[in-house]
């Protein structure tokens, strides 16, 4: 079965300071990869996809990015953080086949300050 | 735009009876339904999925699919105060994304 890591737990940032995120998976290979974020009462927002090693499918305009350097790592990262980043990062993993069954990391918490 | 709607509650029901948690969609060639689990301050953790219409049973869980109407469901029998949580319904279609719903905060009163 597929587990998702992600570090840190939790993260208080100030406003304009860098973030790197990173969430590892095991158990699949090749699994396609996904970066969500859940603000205090909100849907989850989709913010990127990958499929593979080095290719990113970007949602929305922000000032976040990826990055998947290896097959089970995907990286989130951001040059300068906005009182608008804060929430909950979530990282995501299916098997990479058509059954589009997500399995989620435990999430990063993230509050700009 | 792929739309999924829940009803935000909180739904309350008393122990032991059954909780309906309803889900609709507006694409028409979503493929595969599934219903996440989400206790305050986690992630969501998946409980069920289905992919053909009619019902698919797990313990006391059920979920059911009525692809014609655009419509699925969870029911959750003997209810109990550990199954209060945020559910999250999600809808796929086979193409790498889900689209989830905002989730309906359930509220299992002892």
């Known amino acids: 079965s597929q587990t998702i890591h992600q570090w840190p737990a939790t993260l208080v940032q100030p406003v304009g300071s860098p973030l790197s995120l990173e969430c590892t998976v095991e158990g699949t290979s090749n699994p396609n990869l996904y970066w969500y974020r859940q603000a205090a009462g909100r849907g989850l927002q989709l913010l990127f996809y990958s499929v593979g090693i080095g290719q990113i499918s970007s949602e929305v305009p922000q000032n976040l990015s990826a990055s998947r350097p290896q097959d089970r790592q995907f990286i989130l990262s951001s040059k300068k953080l906005l009182l608008s980043d804060s929430g909950f990062y979530l990282c995501?993993?299916?098997?990479?086949?058509?059954?589009?069954?997500?399995?989620f990391g435990p999430g990063t918490r993230l509050t700009v300050l | 735009q792929k739309e999924v709607e829940q009803n935000s509650g909180p739904l309350s029901v008393p122990e032991g009876a059954i909780a309906s948690l309803n889900c609709t969609y507006s694409d028409r060639g979503s493929q595969s339904f599934f219903w996440y689990r989400q206790y305050s301050g986690k992630s969501p953790e998946l409980i069920m999925f289905?992919?053909?219409?009619g019902d698919k049973e797990d313990g006391r869980f059920t979920a059911q699919l009525n692809k014609a109407s655009q419509y699925v469901s969870l029911l959750i029998r003997d209810s109990q105060p550990s199954d209060s949580a945020t559910y999250l319904c999600a809808v796929g279609a086979g193409s790498y994304q889900l689209t989830f719903g905002k989730g309906t905060k359930l509220s299992v009163i002892p």
């Open positions: 289905i992919y053909s219409n």
């Open positions: 995501a993993g299916d098997s990479g086949d058509s059954t589009d069954t997500q399995y």
